[in-house]
């Protein structure tokens, strides 16, 4: 039986003001695992707002791009230079161990899906030797049996994006991807070396039967539905990384755990906090008539120094909002025209989808589908990301349908043929970026000039015609 609204978590903060915005926080994992003990006021405050924000634009090429180059190995280097022998030895004996149980891991639903195991192990794993080792100590912790069992499921955050771009709700991201991306990179050599034989030991131990880890996928999920506000598990989840800190361990080696777990926190958790927090204030104060909903990883709503205590120092009024509570009855918004074209439709700190492919991209970059972390797992975006970069040319087979003009892009999913450049609006400057192909092919650009200069063409007309009205208004 489903659970009473009363015994529901709640994980909802509302920002007093009018029209009020949501605090909303998530986990990674399946949305279906929790979307029944999320409370009918905090799926209204998703329907009820006009804009929806992420940490990362989760449905952009250009993320997956980013996250990619931001994970890889300089030019020239490959792990085995960088690893020491045996561990890199242990790495890759177990990654064997992984291709071979995969299929027997696999769920009848996931094969009936044509989600094969050579597939999805190439996906997550398939770039391996070109990724720095603190990315392969990551990917090493989720390649296990429940995890794999897992995939083909939009995690909660991801869902919601998706939901959100289904409504047609105006949607943006707090953060750029480097900046998610780059403290993993600041760990020192013997750290990362340090966390990534802890980890093949676990996994080791785990084939061997002999260990449990500490908190699972299972206690995170538990702990979620329960609605533990103050439990530390939400903090490993929301920074991605396992914890390293184990009474078994010696003692030095327990000082470099702690040093890990502190570093961290600090970068993955406390800073970006603060971050976070400013540019939600900014959003708000740009914004002032415009109903925002913030969904973030869960552990950034709790303990010290969190994306609330921000807001709080700012003068805001943020209280948590119960699974019972009534939220302000407001009509969601028919149309994706929450911004005016004279402003940026994203404020510059967040506009992901800019962010530059890497120039000169390594044959292996191309096979690579997605980056197994920081970006959800579920397996249509997988498919999805893969048709973007790959698809091969259709002939047009009907004229594409302009959208109003002051449409952050036209959509993907309305072309049966290659996506159609990105047409932006920024203090009303039209700008046309061709959509992504094969990280960074140019032959794209080509076919789609004529068609691309028609688009702005007629948008630019419609702009012109706008902009005369409304100076006759005046």
Request: proline content about 7%.
């Amino acid at each position: 039986p489903l659970p009473q609204q009363s015994e529901l978590n709640s994980f909802l903060w509302t920002i007093k003001r009018d029209p009020p915005s949501y605090f909303f926080g998530t986990i990674h994992v399946p949305y279906t695992r929790v979307w029944d003990f999320i409370p009918e006021n905090s799926k209204k405050a998703f329907q009820q707002s006009h804009i929806v924000y992420f940490e990362l634009d989760l449905t952009d090429p250009y993320t997956i791009s980013a996250l990619t180059s931001c994970q890889l190995l300089p030019q020239g280097e490959n792990l085995q230079d960088v690893l020491p022998r045996d561990i890199y030895r242990r790495l890759k004996r177990h990654l064997e161990y992984v291709k071979l149980m995969m299929p027997s891991w696999m769920t009848p639903d996931q094969r009936g899906k044509g989600l094969y195991a050579d597939y999805l192990f190439n996906a997550i794993a398939g770039n391996w030797e070109r990724k720095r080792p603190v990315w392969v100590m990551l990917m090493v912790n989720s390649l296990t049996e429940v995890d794999i069992k897992s995939r083909g499921v939009p995690v909660l955050d991801l869902y919601l994006a998706q939901e959100a771009e289904r409504l047609r709700k105006q949607t943006g991201a707090v953060e750029k991807v480097e900046e998610q991306c780059h403290p993993l990179n600041g760990l020192n050599f013997s750290q990362v070396v340090f966390a990534l034989n802890q980890t093949l030991l676990q996994q080791e131990s785990l084939r061997a039967g002999s260990f449990q880890i500490p908190y699972t996928t299972e206690d995170l999920i538990k702990h979620y539905n329960c609605g533990d506000l103050s439990s530390i598990i939400f903090n490993h989840d929301t920074s991605q990384v396992p914890n390293f800190i184990n009474a078994t361990l010696p003692a030095h080696e327990r000082v470099t755990a702690q040093e890990i777990d502190s570093y961290f926190r600090q970068e993955l958790i406390y800073k970006r906090n603060e971050r976070m927090g400013r540019r939600v204030r900014d959003l708000l104060e740009e914004y002032p008539d415009k109903s925002f909903f913030f969904a973030f990883g869960a552990g950034h709503f709790m303990g010290n120094n969190t994306v609330i205590d921000v807001l709080r120092r700012e003068g805001y009024e943020v209280e948590h909002t119960p699974a019972g509570q009534a939220i302000s009855n407001r009509k969601p918004p028919k149309t994706l025209l929450a911004f005016s074209s004279s402003s940026p439709a994203h404020s510059p700190y967040v506009a992901s989808q800019e962010l530059p492919l890497p120039l000169h991209p390594q044959k292996e970059e191309e096979e690579e589908l997605l980056p197994h972390l920081l970006l959800p797992d579920g397996i249509d975006v997988l498919e999805k990301v893969d048709r973007k970069y790959k698809k091969k040319k259709k002939k047009q087979q009907k004229k594409q349908r302009l959208r109003q003009f002051n449409d952050l892009w036209v959509r993907l999913e309305e072309s049966a043929t290659d996506p159609p450049p990105r047409i932006r609006i920024i203090n009303g400057y039209i700008t046309v970026e061709p959509q992504p192909r094969g990280h960074g092919r140019s032959s794209h650009t080509h076919a789609n000039t004529s068609r691309a200069h028609q688009l702005s063409h007629s948008l630019f007309l419609s702009l012109l015609t706008l902009t005369l009205h409304m100076n006759r208004l005046h």
